[in-house]
C-alpha cells in the first residue's frame, strides 16, 4: 500500500537520493548532509509541536511504500515564510512613458525586487520517483498537504503560496539568470540556486539590483521565460490551477519562474473535504479517496476505496486501511476526491 507520513530520520538516505535525482532549480533540497539533516529535525519538531499556532515549522512529508518499505517521493510545507530569511520576489509590474506633445505612449514592464510574501505558507520540495508516476501518487502526494492544512488550520497562514520551478535546461543554465549573471553577478545559475538553498541569502541584498529592471532591457531568452514553468513542472501547476491557485505577477529571482497563490480557505481540495466518523467492516466499492487521520505527529493519509454515508456523517474502511491510518471504530478521519 502507499502511505504518506511524516519523515523521520531513519529516511535520510532516501531523502538524499531524492535530492540528488531533483536536479538542478529544486532550491528546497539541496544536496547537503547537514543541510538535509537539518531539515528532518525540524521537520520532526515541528510535527511533534504541542502549540498549534503558526510559527518558523517546516513540515515534511514522504510517500512510503509498505509492501518494499521504500520512500519514493516527498513534499512539504512551510508554516510561514521569510521569518528568519529574507524571502525574495520580483514583481512584474508596469510603468507608463508618455508625451502628447509627442504623441509618444510607451508601456513598458518593469521586474521589482520584493519581500511581499514575508509571512506566508508556502507549499514546497514536491518530488515523485519517475516509476511511482502512475495511479494518481503524484496528485496524491501533492494534495495530501491540504488535507493536512484543512484539519490543522490554525497552524498555517491565510495566505497559501507555490514558487514553480522555471526554465533551465539539462546543465542547470537559466536564460534569466544569465542575463543577471552577465550584469550583476558572476556566479553560475546552479552555485546561486545552491547558496540560496542552503541558506546563505546575503548574496541577494548584497548584489542584486535595487531599482526596478526594465524588461524590455533583458536578452530576449531572459524576457522569453518570465513567468514559465520548466517542463517538468507542467503537470504540478496544472493542478495548482485546478486548486484555484492563481499568479498575481511574482516571479521567482533566479530562474523567473511563477509563484501561484490562493487563500487557505478557498483551496479546492480544503473547501471539499469533510471530516466523517469511522467504521471499520467490508468496502465493496471501488471508488478511491483521498483519506488523512486527525493527527499530527503520527500523521497518515492513503488513497483507497470507502463507502461514505453523508447523513450519518459515517466512512466505512476495511481493516488494511484503518491499519494503515493506525484508527480504529469511532475515531475520526478527513476525506476527499482526488
Request: glycine residues 6%; contains cysteine.
Amino acid at each position: 500500500m502507499i502511505i504518506i507520513r511524516p519523515i523521520r530520520s531513519s529516511d535520510y538516505d532516501a531523502l538524499h537520493q531524492i535530492a540528488v535525482e531533483s536536479g538542478h532549480g529544486f532550491t528546497s533540497l539541496p544536496v547537503n548532509e547537514e543541510l538535509l539533516t537539518s531539515r528532518i529535525n525540524r521537520a520532526t519538531q515541528s510535527f511533534h509541536k504541542r502549540d498549534s499556532t503558526t510559527g518558523d515549522e517546516g513540515y515534511l512529508f514522504v510517500m512510503e511504500d509498505t509492501e518494499t518499505g521504500e520512500v519514493v517521493g516527498t513534499s512539504g510545507i512551510e508554516a510561514a515564510v521569510g521569518i528568519t530569511d529574507a524571502f525574495y520576489h520580483y514583481h512584474l509590474g508596469k510603468v507608463v512613458h508618455s508625451s502628447r506633445e509627442l504623441n509618444i505612449y510607451n508601456n513598458i514592464e518593469t521586474l521589482t525586487l520584493n519581500n511581499d510574501y514575508t509571512g506566508a505558507t508556502e507549499i514546497c520540495t514536491l518530488f515523485l520517483r519517475d516509476n511511482y508516476r502512475v495511479n494518481n501518487n503524484g496528485r496524491f502526494l501533492s494534495k495530501c498537504r491540504f488535507l493536512f492544512m484543512a484539519e490543522h488550520t490554525e497552524r498555517f497562514n491565510r495566505t497559501v503560496i507555490a514558487e514553480m520551478r522555471g526554465v533551465s535546461d539539462n546543465n542547470g543554465n537559466s536564460p534569466f539568470w544569465q542575463w543577471l549573471e552577465e550584469h550583476f553577478f558572476s556566479m553560475d545559475f546552479p552555485t546561486a540556486d545552491y547558496l540560496s538553498g542552503i541558506g546563505k541569502k546575503e548574496f541577494i541584498a548584497e548584489l542584486m539590483p535595487k531599482f526596478p529592471i526594465y524588461v524590455s532591457l533583458l536578452s530576449e531568452a531572459a524576457q522569453s521565460v518570465i513567468g514559465k514553468v520548466h517542463d517538468k513542472t507542467i503537470p504540478a501547476l496544472r493542478l495548482l490551477e485546478n486548486e484555484g491557485f492563481v499568479n498575481r505577477g511574482y516571479v521567482d529571482i533566479f530562474d523567473a519562474g511563477p509563484t501561484v497563490e490562493s487563500e487557505l480557505k478557498s483551496i479546492k481540495t480544503v473547501r471539499n473535504s469533510i471530516r466523517l466518523q469511522v467504521t471499520v467492516g467490508k468496502v465493496a466499492s471501488t471508488k478511491k479517496y483521498m483519506i488523512c487521520n486527525d493527527k499530527v505527529a503520527d500523521f497518515r493519509a492513503v488513497q483507497m476505496p470507502i463507502e461514505i454515508d453523508y447523513e450519518q456523517k459515517i466512512v466505512t474502511i476495511d481493516e488494511p486501511t484503518a491499519k494503515a491510518l493506525q484508527i480504529s471504530n469511532g475515531d475520526w478521519v478527513r476525506v476527499s476526491e482526488n
